[in-house]
Structures are given as structure tokens and as C-alpha cells.
């Protein structure tokens, strides 16, 4: 299980060059006019983390699979695009297909670079986003509660539960407020998620900046990430512009140019985390001779479950995992040293993953 995260924002604040510089391809059009991605455009990534390479090197695997994660290029929206403005709705629909959404903003100043309301002004622009996606949303309520009319007359209590969260999301909405900050019981979580509304999906503040302020940021950032704060919302500093000149680098190359720039690392491992973190998110790992293969899960998830990201008939037929934590795979030099060392557990069915387990499943065919 990877995740998939939608790229959003005004025209013209660099989403799809690093769209381009996330999948290392320049299958989104960057053009500096508004609308130049008409359809959404989709491409996957490896999430890099280094601990899967150090476990591949102890275990001699022949293959290393990293874990990936989807991102989606959603066109340019406007003001009014809950009214059909500009691309209108299309690309409305198109988010509610993702996990979370990464918010391009617009943080520095070029005057050959058009902005779509002539000013530079980050939270403005995302309070333009954010407000066209709460529209959306009160539309869709409205639709969805008069068409619950007749079950809600024949006390239908699916229908019931719907339209008392419809009705939490419309009180919230209403009062300006994105349906995420409703508090949602245990019972009703399941439900909620199903109404697929706009304003739930958590959002990930990506702060395009100059390359001189790649690694400090700006006024223009401090101000977007100081707003992050403020709603509990997630913010990272990216240059579009770096991050797709090192996406053309080798590994060796692109190594020098960072450090050259002061930064400590790419802009892509940085927005990975960030979303890791927003969405609660963390890696397993399976090594053998044969392979070193990274999982994604979510926090909290059990052990079955966890077997089930790998097939549905390791989750069904689950009889234990035989566990070694990262540190002591490492530290030790691999599973047969661990498991001599007692540091090899076996878990049932109540056990909870951690990040950085090293796992193999036993189950019934």
C-alpha cells in the first residue's frame, strides 16, 4: 500500500515542474499559462528510504522493491472553479480520488511568471483553494441530503447516520470552517470517510521557492507555515526549479549540487516524509536472498492486516509473525545472528507493527 496525493494550487506556481520533477519525466506540460494540464496526469514514484538498502546489503538480496507513492497533477483551479470557472468542477471530482492533498504555493517573486491575480500573496491563495473546495462540498451536501429524503421517511438508519454527518459537515462549512474539523466518533469514521468530502483530505503546504531559498525559506514561507500551524496542517519548503534539475542527476552529481546548495537532502525525500507523517503512515520491511521489499502501512495497523498489504491470503490464513526490529537486524548482522541472539519474536494476531520491523509471515494456504 502506497498513497496517492493530489497536486493542487493556482496557475502558474510551478505544480507541474515538480510534478515533472517527481516522476522524472516531463509528461505534464510546464508552460507558464494558466490551464496547460487539462487532464490530471498520474505517475508513480519509489519512496526512498535507506534502511531498505542497508538490509539488502546484510541479506545479499538480488532485487531491492522499494514501497511507492502516487501523485496526481490536478490542473490549475481559479476562483469560482466550484461554479465551473475556469476548469470548473472536472478537476474538483479528480481530488477526491486522493489520501491527501499537496497544496503548491506560490513563495517567491518573477516578474516573467504571470500570476493569475497579479500579486504574490501565499495565504490568499490557498484561502482562494480551500474556500472553491468548501463550496463544492456545501453543493454536494445540499444535493446529498435532499436525496436522502425518502429512506430518512422510511427510517432507514444508514440513510440516518448519512444525514446526521452531512448535517455536522453543512454546520461547520457553513460557518466557514473545512468539514476536517468536525470530531468524528469511532462508530461514525467509516461512514464519514464514504461521503468522500473535498475539505476532509488532510493537506500538506508545498512552498515553491526560489533556489536561493531553497534552504532557508522566505518571508512568503514563514507566513504559509505559520498558517499550517495554525490548522494543525503540515508545510515543507521545495524549489520546483532544484528539484527538477536533480532529477536529471545521477545519484553522485546530485549529491555535489545539493550540498553546493546548502540543503541536506532533496526535496522529494522531504515531501515523502511530510506526507508519511500527515497520513500516519509507516514501513515494514520482508528481506531474504531473494529480495528486500519495503510495505507501506497505516499506524496502528495489527499484524494480519499488515500480512494482507502482501496478499489476502497471508491476512486470511495469518497464524504469526516471526519479528526482528530494524536496529537489531542491523546491529547484529542479519536474521540468523538476531535469532540466535533471542532477538527474533514471535507475534500473534494482537500484535501491533512498528515502523522498521522486519517481518515473515507464517500462514494456512
Known amino acids: 500500500m502506497g498513497f496517492k496525493m493530489g497536486i493542487v494550487g493556482l ?49 545479499n538480496s538480488k532485487e531491492i522493491i522499494p514501497t511507492r507513492m502516487t501523485f496526481v497533477d490536478i490542473a490549475g483551479l481559479v476562483k469560482g472553479a466550484s461554479k465551473g470557472e475556469g476548469l470548473g468542477n472536472q478537476f474538483l471530482a479528480n481530488i477526491r480520488e486522493t489520501d491527501a492533498i499537496a497544496h503548491v504555493l506560490r513563495c517567491f517573486d518573477d516578474g516573467d511568471v504571470t500570476h493569475v491575480d497579479g500579486r504574490v500573496n501565499p495565504v490568499e491563495d490557498a484561502e482562494v483553494i480551500e474556500t472553491e473546495l468548501m463550496l463544492a462540498d456545501l453543493e454536494s451536501i445540499e444535493k446529498r441530503r435532499a436525496g436522502l429524503v425518502r429512506k430518512l421517511k422510511g427510517n432507514d438508519k444508514d440513510a440516518q447516520q448519512q444525514d446526521r454527518l452531512l448535517a455536522a459537515a453543512q454546520e461547520v462549512l457553513e460557518n466557514g470552517q473545512p468539514a476536517r474539523t468536525v470530531e468524528v466518533d469511532e462508530e461514525d469514521k467509516k461512514a464519514w470517510k464514504l461521503l468522500q468530502l473535498l475539505t476532509t483530505k488532510k493537506i500538506l503546504y508545498v512552498c515553491n521557492v526560489d533556489e536561493s531559498d531553497a534552504a532557508t525559506g522566505n518571508a512568503y514561507s514563514k ?108 546491529e547484529l548482522g542479519g536474521e540468523g545472528p538476531a535469532k540466535e541472539a533471542g532477538k527474533m519474536r514471535a507475534e500473534g494476531k494482537g500484535y501491533m507493527v512498528k515502523d522498521g520491523d522486519v517481518l515473515h509471515f507464517l500462514f494456512n494456504a
Open 11 to 59: 496557475p502558474n506556481v510551478g505544480k507541474s515542474t515538480l510534478f515533472n520533477a517527481l516522476t522524472k519525466t516531463a509528461a505534464a506540460q510546464a508552460a507558464n499559462f494558466p490551464f496547460c494540464t487539462i487532464e490530471p496526469n498520474t505517475g508513480e514514484v519509489n519512496v526512498p528510504d535507506a534502511r531498505l538498502d542497508k538490509l539488502a546489503a546484510i541479506a
Open 223 to 330: 507566513a504559509v507555515e505559520e498558517m499550517a500551524a495554525a490548522q494543525g496542517a503540515a508545510s515543507v519548503v521545495i524549489s520546483a526549479k532544484i528539484e527538477e534539475e536533480i532529477s536529471q542527476l545521477e545519484d553522485e552529481d546530485m549529491e555535489m549540487f545539493l550540498e553546493e546548495l546548502g540543503l541536506a537532502e532533496a526535496g522529494l525525500d522531504r515531501l515523502i516524509r511530510a506526507g508519511y507523517e500527515l497520513l500516519h503512515l509507516e514501513t515494514y520491511f520482508t528481506v531474504g536472498p531473494k529480495e528486500a521489499r519495503a510495505w507501506t502501512i497505516r499506524e496502528g495497523t495489527m499484524a494480519p492486516q499488515a500480512a494482507g498489504v502482501i496478499h489476502g491470503d497471508f491476512e486470511r490464513g495469518f497464524i504469526r509473525a516471526e519479528t526482528i526490529a530494524y536496529d537489531d537486524y542491523v
